[in-house]
């Protein structure tokens, strides 16, 4: 069993940044790989990122390359997303995320989630 629990979202004008954490608890949490999600109001969850469990590899949604960076520091369970280059449609509740492997998490789709954190983009 995986607890996960997000941190740092808020309202942060278009072009700033954002920083995202995910305190994950449980014996096992360090060997899940683990991910980002959001959901917008009226649109459907979609994926934003992911990051393996010893973070040899790391996977973005095309809406957000270049942007966004998945990292995890295993030694305090915890995954960050840093957000730069805000954008208005990058406004929604953000969901961190744990599965087996970063496949499963976006393939059938992960075993954990967090409870969300919102974050809004003024334009």
């Known amino acids: 069993q995986v607890q996960l629990v997000e941190s740092g979202g808020g309202l942060v004008q278009a072009g700033g940044s954002l920083r995202l954490s995910c305190a994950a608890s449980g014996r096992t949490a360090s060997r899940y790989a683990m991910g980002w999600f959001r959901q917008a109001p009226g649109k459907e969850r979609e994926f934003v990122a992911a990051i393996t469990w010893n973070a040899a590899s790391t996977y973005y949604a ?21 957000m730069n280059s805000l954008k208005a449609e990058d406004t929604a509740v953000y969901y961190c995320a744990a599965s087996i492997t970063t496949a499963t998490m976006r393939g059938p789709g992960p075993e954990y989630w967090g409870q969300g954190t919102q974050v809004t983009v003024s334009s």
């Open 62 to 82: 095309d809406s957000v390359k270049g942007r966004f960076t998945i990292s995890r520091d295993n030694a305090k369970n915890t995954v960050y997303l840093q």
